[in-house]
T-cell receptor
Framework: RKEVEQDPGPFNVPEGATVAFNCTYS??????FFWYRQDCRKEPKLLMS???SGNEDGRFTAQLNRASQYISLLIRDSKLSDSATYLC????????????FGAGTRLAVHP | DAGVIQSPRHEVTEMGQEVTLRCKPI?????LFWYRQTMMRGLELLIY????????DSGMPEDRFSAKMPNASFSTLKIQPSEPRDSAVYFC??????????????FGPGTRLTVL
């Protein structure tokens, strides 16, 4: 079983749509959780951290359910510029900031 | 501000040749990471340095791979001899502190390696 699992997509949605991505992780001792965004042929960049209480950044909302070992990302009012691959990331509880990446979910927003 | 700098951006080489990838982390960052990204395996950590010392090299595939960090502003990842299965994008990332779990890692633009 992979340590971090995501639906690979692609998700093809029209502008203005709401889209949700899900992610599960296997290590119950994982400490920190993130969503990274990776544009085609570019490096990954931090989109947002994910907290147990849930957090929002503009059109983006992230949720964490530790009991179910489940992370989600909701994007409202999708823009063409949101087209990218979204990587679910957890830190390994090995004493340092070791990031374990999911394979990513590809999003394509069309006019 | 300069981000993480990697060179070369693209490398095409023949099987059996030595390949050296270079990375300059963000000034003041204490932690440096080398990753490899492929379609099949996604993004994988190869090695982690803290204060120029290798802390975790469990992700280094085999003896053909080696990494060094001679000072706080420079690191290399070397593959000798290279094989076609080494073809991938290699990213270097740095983070500010002692590898705290909440620290953001900043990625360089990557080196796209093709081994023929």
């Amino acid at each position: 079983r992979k340590e971090v699992e995501q639906d690979p997509g692609p998700f093809n949605v029209p502008e203005g749509a709401t889209v949700a991505f899900n992610c599960t992780y296997s290590n119950s001792a994982s400490q920190s959780f993130f969503w990274y965004r990776q544009d085609c042929r570019k490096e990954p960049k931090l989109l947002m951290s994910v907290y147990s209480s849930g957090n929002e950044d503009g059109r983006f909302t992230a949720q964490l359910n530790r009991a179910s070992q489940y992370i989600s990302l909701l994007i409202r009012d999708s823009k063409l510029s949101d087209s990218a691959t979204y990587l679910c990331v957890v830190t390994f509880s090995g004493g340092y900031n070791k990031l374990i990446f999911g394979a990513g979910t590809r999003l394509a927003v069309h006019p | 501000d300069a981000g993480v700098i990697q060179s070369p951006r693209h490398e095409v080489t023949e099987m059996g040749q030595e390949v050296t990838l270079r990375c300059k982390p963000i000034s003041g960052h204490n932690s440096l990471f080398w990753y490899r990204q492929t379609m099949m395996r996604g993004l994988e950590l190869l090695i982690y340095f803290n204060n120029n010392v290798p802390i975790d090299d469990s992700g280094m595939p085999e003896d053909r791979f080696s990494a060094k960090m001679p000072n706080a502003s420079f690191s290399t990842l070397k593959i000798q001899p290279s094989e076609p299965r080494d073809s991938a994008v290699y990213f270097c990332a740095s983070s500010p502190r002692q590898g705290q779990s909440t620290d953001t890692q900043y990625f360089g633009p990557g080196t796209r390696l093709t081994v023929l």
